[in-house]
């Protein structure tokens, strides 16, 4: 592609820095070599195949643990800053305690981290992307309050491990896909399906859990490494279909992205005060008595509250927000519908499809989002963590050219207009990969990869050539796609 920088306004601050990320599961395979233990994830999609759209799995995927110089070559290839991606618990310390090391999982991560920054690129390591080890699966996974102390300890042996040289850490991916989508769903690991209690207490313990490893960060590795660490937290956008929907669109934005930052970014901390209200008048209506919010200690406030270094932050989509007919059936929380909150989701018309069912392209709720955390909590510092779309295969890929243009363009705006601190952004992802429930079918990577090739392949789309020319001009340029 011939590109041209124009206008000094689509030019990135200095200092702004470029990335692409993975997950373990997604791109490792490897699923069974030397010691690794079983993650959720293996055993979901052995045992219950037809969880995943076509049936395909992560066992091979892009082989990355074979392929990982190749990964390296591509960020190479691309000029990335950073390469994001995340550890896999169970391959690092297979019985999913502490008490044994894998050495062939140390030495994988140890050669990747190292040959980045031989390239000069920045590892930026997420410590858990969903593939939790089955063994403590088996003892309750993220619904046993003891999560927080076996977290505790794999984030000490992973910083033990890492932190000589990784320097950004994100601690959780997501906390809303591994708390709302799965127990609301039942659909993706662990497959259990309990809409009511669940996601609430799981939010409790994922939010104590990031906490203890900031803090053990902060205490014991900062002084030392000088680094950061804080959550990737997804925010999707609800805007009201109407003005009269505002206030349960304002409360459906505390669900989502209040319920995971407030304790954490607010200077009082806890729970949301007006989520914290609703919740507990659902509770009583449900004939629990009681919120089904689990309440925080005086303790556990203080101790979440504060423990971010920056504010990580996935962008894909967004939803239109009414409150639900009497008898109307509403889909499950967070991508079809709230129940707890009685209210139905739209799609607006005008809003283009990705190739997941989940996806609608909503650039121009972009902005207002990060101006929605800067008013709740403050001028912090953004980090975009994960931002892409899914379509079908093929190199010519305009749709995903398009969509980082106009992502990238809002996100200009927030700076150079709204004055917002964004140090990054991150494009999900690097390569095809296993997309979940949605298998190998779903691309979302500026790299294809051919999954039928021994080799897996990979090839740069046009989005790639794109992704390129806006990290090598620091500006969006004018491309063959420009209208
Ligand atoms: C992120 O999830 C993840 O961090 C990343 O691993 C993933 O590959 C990427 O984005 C693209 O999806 O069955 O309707 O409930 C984004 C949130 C969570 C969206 C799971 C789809 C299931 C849809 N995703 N969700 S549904």
Same mark, same amino acid.
């Given at each position: 592609?011939?590109? *041209?920088?124009?206008?000094?306004?689509?030019?990135?601050?200095?200092?702004?820095?470029?990335?692409?990320? &993975?997950?373990?599961? !997604?791109?490792?395979?490897?699923?069974?070599?030397?010691?690794?233990?079983? &993650?959720?994830?293996?055993?979901? *999609?052995?045992?219950?195949?037809?969880?995943?759209?076509?049936?395909?799995?992560?066992?091979? %995927?892009?082989?990355?643990?074979?392929?990982?110089?190749?990964?390296?070559?591509?960020?190479?290839?691309?000029? +990335?800053?950073?390469?994001?991606?995340?550890?896999?618990?169970?391959?690092?310390?297979? %019985?999913?305690?502490?008490?044994?090391?894998?050495?062939?999982? !140390?030495?994988?991560?140890?050669?990747?981290?190292?040959?980045?920054?031989?390239?000069?690129?920045?590892?930026?390591?997420?410590?858990?992307?969903?593939?939790?080890?089955?063994?403590?699966? @088996? +003892?309750?996974?993220?619904?046993?309050?003891?999560?927080?102390?076996?977290?505790?300890?794999?984030?000490?042996?992973?910083?033990?491990?890492?932190?000589?040289?990784?320097?950004?850490?994100?601690?959780?991916?997501?906390? *809303?896909?591994?708390?709302?989508?799965?127990?609301? %769903?039942?659909?993706?690991?662990?497959?259990?399906?309990?809409?009511?209690?669940?996601?609430?207490?799981? %939010?409790?313990?994922?939010?104590?859990?990031?906490?203890?490893?900031?803090?053990?960060?902060?205490?014991?590795?900062?002084?030392?490494?000088?680094?950061?660490?804080?959550?990737?937290?997804?925010?999707?956008?609800?805007?009201?279909?109407?003005?009269?929907?505002?206030?349960?669109?304002?409360?459906?934005?505390?669900?989502?992205?209040?319920?995971?930052?407030?304790?954490?970014?607010?200077?009082?901390?806890?729970?949301?005060?007006?989520?914290?209200?609703?919740?507990?008048?659902?509770?009583?209506?449900?004939?629990?008595?009681? &919120?089904? +919010?689990?309440?925080?200690?005086?303790?556990?406030? @203080?101790?979440?509250?504060?423990?971010?270094?920056?504010? =990580?932050?996935?962008?894909?989509?967004?939803? +239109?927000?009414?409150?639900?007919?009497?008898?109307?059936?509403?889909?499950?929380?967070?991508?079809?519908?709230?129940?707890?909150?009685?209210?139905?989701?739209?799609?607006?018309?005008?809003?283009?499809? =990705?190739?997941?069912?989940?996806?609608?392209? $909503?650039?121009?709720?972009?902005?207002?989002?990060?101006?929605?955390?800067?008013?709740?909590?403050?001028?912090?510092?953004?980090?975009?963590?994960?931002?892409?779309? &899914?379509?079908?295969?093929?190199?010519?890929?305009?749709?995903?050219?398009?969509?980082?243009?106009?992502?990238?363009?809002?996100?200009?705006?927030?700076?150079?207009?709204?004055?917002?601190?964004? *140090?990054?952004?991150?494009?999900?992802?690097?390569?095809?990969?296993?997309?979940?429930?949605?298998?190998?079918?779903?691309?979302?990577?500026?790299?294809?990869?051919?999954?039928?090739?021994? !080799?897996?392949?990979?090839?740069?789309?046009?989005?790639?050539?794109?992704?390129?020319?806006?990290?090598?001009?620091?500006?969006?340029?004018? $491309?063959?796609?420009?209208?």
């Amino acid at each position: 592609l011939c590109s *041209v920088a124009y206008g000094s306004n689509l030019t990135f601050p200095p200092g702004f820095k470029f990335g692409a990320a &993975s997950a373990s599961y !997604q791109v490792e395979g490897a699923w069974n070599v030397s010691d690794k233990g079983e &993650s959720i994830w293996d055993r979901l *999609v052995h045992t219950k195949p037809e969880a995943i759209m076509d049936l395909t799995n992560g066992d091979v %995927t892009c082989d990355s643990y074979h392929l990982w110089e190749r990964d390296i070559e591509m960020a190479t290839e691309l000029g +990335l800053h950073f390469y994001r991606f995340s550890l896999s618990w169970p391959r690092l310390m297979p %019985t999913g305690f502490s008490n044994k090391i894998s050495e062939d999982g !140390q030495k994988y991560y140890n050669n990747l981290i190292d040959g980045l920054l031989d390239k000069g690129i920045e590892p930026l390591v997420t410590i858990f992307h969903w593939d939790l080890p089955q063994s403590l699966q @088996d +003892l309750g996974g993220w619904m046993n309050p003891l999560i927080v102390d076996w977290f505790e300890d794999y984030a000490r042996v992973v910083f033990s491990l890492f932190a000589d040289r990784v320097k950004t850490w994100v601690s959780i991916n997501e906390p *809303v896909s591994i708390c709302d989508y799965v127990y609301n %769903t039942g659909g993706m690991a662990p497959p259990i399906f309990e809409p009511h209690v669940a996601p609430y207490v799981c %939010t409790k313990h994922v939010l104590l859990a990031h906490a203890k490893a900031w803090r053990i960060y902060d205490e014991e590795f900062r002084p030392m490494y000088n680094g950061e660490i804080s959550l990737a937290i997804p925010l999707i956008w609800h805007e009201a279909l109407s003005a009269e929907h505002e206030e349960l669109a304002e409360l459906l934005r505390e669900n989502i992205a209040g319920r995971y930052s407030h304790p954490v970014y607010s200077k009082e901390g806890g729970w949301p005060p007006s989520l914290e209200k609703h919740l507990e008048e659902v509770g009583k209506r449900k004939g629990f008595n009681k &919120s089904v +919010l689990p309440p925080f200690t005086k303790e556990e406030i @203080d101790l979440i509250r504060g423990t971010y270094d920056y504010y =990580g932050m996935n962008f894909y989509t967004s939803r +239109l927000v009414r409150k639900a007919r009497p008898g109307e059936s509403i889909g499950a929380w967070p991508m079809n519908g709230a129940p707890d909150f009685d209210a139905a989701f739209e799609k607006d018309p005008s809003w283009v499809a =990705g190739y997941s069912s989940w996806f609608y392209v $909503t650039p121009e709720y972009f902005r207002p989002q990060i101006m929605w955390l800067k008013e709740k909590y403050g001028d912090l510092k953004f980090l975009i963590t994960e931002n892409g779309i &899914s379509t079908g295969p093929g190199l010519d890929d305009r749709m995903r050219v398009e969509y980082y243009r106009d992502h990238l363009k809002e996100l200009l705006l927030a700076i150079h207009e709204d004055g917002v601190n964004v *140090v990054g952004f991150t494009a999900w992802t690097l390569m095809d990969n296993f997309e979940w429930n949605d298998g190998l079918g779903s691309k979302f990577g500026l790299y294809e990869v051919n999954f039928t090739s021994p !080799q897996r392949t990979r090839t740069p789309r046009a989005s790639a050539h794109y992704y390129k020319s806006i990290i090598d001009t620091h500006s969006i340029p004018k $491309t063959i796609y420009e209208n």
